[in-house]
């Protein structure tokens, strides 16, 4: 699984059509099962994201995320595998309770794709492969509004994955 955690910056409009800037924390959550024993753990990364949001009623809105982030991949905490790169895409359906207040809050559920590349081996390593995967996406999180175009964002998503790794 991964966990999802995006913070402030901007927007554009309070209206029916949204972007945001935000810096999006992607913390792996690993529960790996390894052939020859021992743990696989996934890093965690800290990377610029842009979003988009589309409201379709005054209360249920569609959100697009994107943004990418380089992984570093251990073995039982001291042998370096490799690095990959994530993209994973997540698409929301929303329920903004309070749209017109200062302060926001909503609950969302969607899909998620990660896709997988770039990756590199860890020296004495060879043909590191990850494979993408589907996975359920959970979404709280908080408008807080300045004015009628600009504002903060809080928002935690929890993706389930199950992906496989070469």
């Not at 390894?34 to 800290?46: K, L, T």
Request: charged fraction near 20%.
């Amino acid at each position: 699984t991964l966990v999802i955690i995006n913070g402030f910056l901007l927007f554009l409009s309070k209206e029916r059509f949204q972007i945001r800037v935000r810096g999006l924390g992607v913390f792996p959550d690993v529960d790996s099962t390894v052939n020859i024993g021992g743990d696989v753990d996934i890093g965690d990364a800290i990377t610029p994201e842009m979003d988009f949001t589309y409201f379709l009623t005054e209360n249920i809105a569609a959100e697009l995320i994107a943004g990418t982030a380089q992984h570093s991949i251990e073995y039982t905490g001291n042998t370096h595998l490799g690095t990959t790169w994530i993209l994973p895409p997540t698409v929301t359906l929303q329920y903004h309770f309070t749209p017109d207040r200062i302060l926001s809050p909503y609950l969302g559920t969607g899909a998620n794709y990660s896709y997988f590349y770039g990756e590199k081996t860890g020296k004495g390593f060879t043909d590191l492969e990850v494979d993408g995967g589907f996975g359920l996406a959970l979404q709280a999180g908080t408008d807080i509004w300045i004015n009628e175009n600009w504002g903060f964002n809080l928002d935690v998503k929890k993706i389930y994955l199950d992906i496989d790794g070469k």
